[in-house]
Structure formats: C-alpha cells, structure tokens
C-alpha cells in the first residue's frame, strides 16, 4: 500500500497569509494525488485532483504543485473560509486509497 | 445536480449488522464507481470500499469480509452491509462518487455509526 504522509498536522495563520501543506508518498506515484478541505461536521470537498488542477469553482488562490515524491499544497492568500482541514489522498494504487492524516488550518 | 444521501446509521451492540445506504440523485450510480469512506471521530479519513461500473468491488484490509458493497440499478441506491460489527467500525460513513483519476467528486452528508453495549 502507499503511505501518505502529511504534515504539518495543524498550522495556525493571519488571514492573508500564504500558506503550504505538503503529503509525501511512501513510492513514486506519478500525478494521481488529490486534495480535500472539510469543515467541521461537514463532508470533504474535492479542492485539487491530479496534483495540480483545480475542481470546478474552487478559488485560484488554491494551487497543487509536485516535486518528486512530495505534493503541496499551497493557498495564497488565506481567507477567512478557508480554515478547515485539509487531506490528500492519492489514486494511483487504488485498493486501496490512502489518504493523509490531515492538517488542521486555524486563524492565528 | 448531483446528490448522494445517505441513512441507515444508529446505535447497534458489537458483534451486530447494519445496512447503511446512499440515494444518488442528478447521476447514475451504475455508470460510476462509488466508495464508503469512514472517520472515527475526531479522526481522518480511511477509504472502506469501492464497486466500479463494472460491477467489481475491493474493500480495505479491515473490513474485508465483515463488509459488502453493492447497489440497486432500479432504486439508484448504494449500500453497505455491515457485519459483526466493532467499537473500532464506531465512524461517520460517507458514500462518494468517484471521478476521473480515482477522485472522490461528490459526497454524501455521512450517518453515524455507533457501536457500543
């Protein structure tokens, strides 16, 4: 199985402020990694897909990015909506997926 | 517009089964694959289980033959039979459409379940 490991596991930031949360995977994997944000007591919602293209009608201040084995996420400008939390998940080895542990983004 | 609502969740002792199930509304869940995601509370997310298109089904190593994905062309519907159930199956249960490159598109709200005497 691959592993995703995610971190940091919680961040706390201004609004306004440009942030990034990595997953590196345990293997090579390609582009096959996705990003969610849920809020609490909500379901997650698809940000990012295939490390770097944003799903329809989600802000461009969200961008993906991969430099090997290491994904990022990055938001660029932080608004007050945004702070969630946030997980990856690749889908190169799909039985089964695997998604990170999660990073928890609050307001400083 | 797409819409997955899923029920079915409650308050069962351990070692019991549940049925939960997921009304898809806007799509065909036949012409998709569909997933079970979990989260324990206060957890992350762990993928359970998917069924394709096809009609193929894969679970995660701990719910492997304890769990049955299926789906009812005619109701539109996914389920997921839960047996002998344990406290660590304790989670909210969301069903999810797959997209294009093994994404997870769309979500249901989730339903609880809790296993405890």
């Known amino acids: 199985d691959i592993q995703m490991t995610q971190s940091p596991s919680s961040l706390s930031a201004f609004v306004g402020d440009r942030v990034t949360i990595t997953c590196r995977a345990s293997?090579?994997?390609?582009?096959?990694l996705n990003w969610y944000q849920q809020k609490p007591g909500k379901a997650p919602k698809l940000l990012i897909y295939a490390t770097s293209s944003l799903q329809s009608g989600v802000p461009s201040r969200f961008s993906g990015s991969r430099f090997g084995t290491d994904f990022n996420l990055t938001i660029s400008s932080l608004q007050p909506e945004d702070f969630a939390t946030y997980y990856c998940q690749q889908s190169y080895s799909t039985h089964p997926y695997t998604f990170g542990q999660g990073t928890k983004l609050e307001i400083k | 517009e797409v819409q997955l609502v899923e029920s079915g969740g409650g308050l069962i002792q351990p070692g019991g089964s549940l049925r939960l199930s997921c009304a898809a509304s806007?799509?065909?869940?036949?012409?998709?694959?569909m997933s079970w995601v979990r989260q324990a509370p206060g957890k992350g997310l762990e993928w359970v289980s998917v069924i394709y298109s096809g009609g193929s089904t894969y679970y995660a190593d701990s719910v492997k033959g304890r769990f049955t994905i299926s789906r009812d062309n005619s109701k539109n519907t996914l389920y997921l039979q839960i047996n002998n159930l344990r406290a660590e199956d304790t989670a909210v249960y969301y069903c999810?459409?797959?997209?294009?490159?093994?994404?997870?598109?769309?979500w249901g709200q989730g339903t609880l379940v809790t296993v405890s005497s």
């Open positions: 293997q090579s994997m390609s582009n096959y």
């Open positions: 806007g799509f065909t869940v036949s012409s998709n694959s």
């Open positions: 999810a459409r797959g997209g294009t490159t093994g994404t997870l598109d769309y």
